[in-house]
């Protein structure tokens, strides 16, 4: 049974484009970890400061080790947080 975390982020006003930068440099990061099955990033239609990440796991364990990659880290912790007014992370166990 795969392990999914939907993340919200809501960008700080003006920041957008840097957030979509840093989601641009992370996804092909993220995509090539052993136990990441799927990274998508999205951008609201209606919200342009308001972006959906969905991220799929082999198991819980290969998101607690994506917390840890020096990725996670710089680009997430370091670059995107301080860009970011909100946001919420939510983990799933997928049913099928």
Do not use: C
Not at 67 to 75: G, L, N, V
Not at 79 to 91: D, F, M, Y
Request: net charge negative; charged share 25%.
């Amino acid at each position: 049974m795969s392990y999914v975390v939907i993340a919200t982020w809501r960008a700080k006003p003006g920041q957008a484009g840097r957030i979509k930068e840093i989601l641009a440099t992370v996804a092909p990061i993220n995509r090539a970890e052993e136990k990441m099955l799927a990274f998508h990033a999205h951008v609201s239609v209606d919200d342009p400061d308001t972006f959906v990440l969905y991220e799929r796991y082999t198991d819980a364990s290969g998101y607690a080790e994506h917390r840890e990659t020096e990725a996670f880290r710089t680009h997430v912790l370091g670059e995107a947080l301080p860009n970011l007014a909100e946001r919420s992370v939510k983990a799933y166990e997928l049913l099928d």
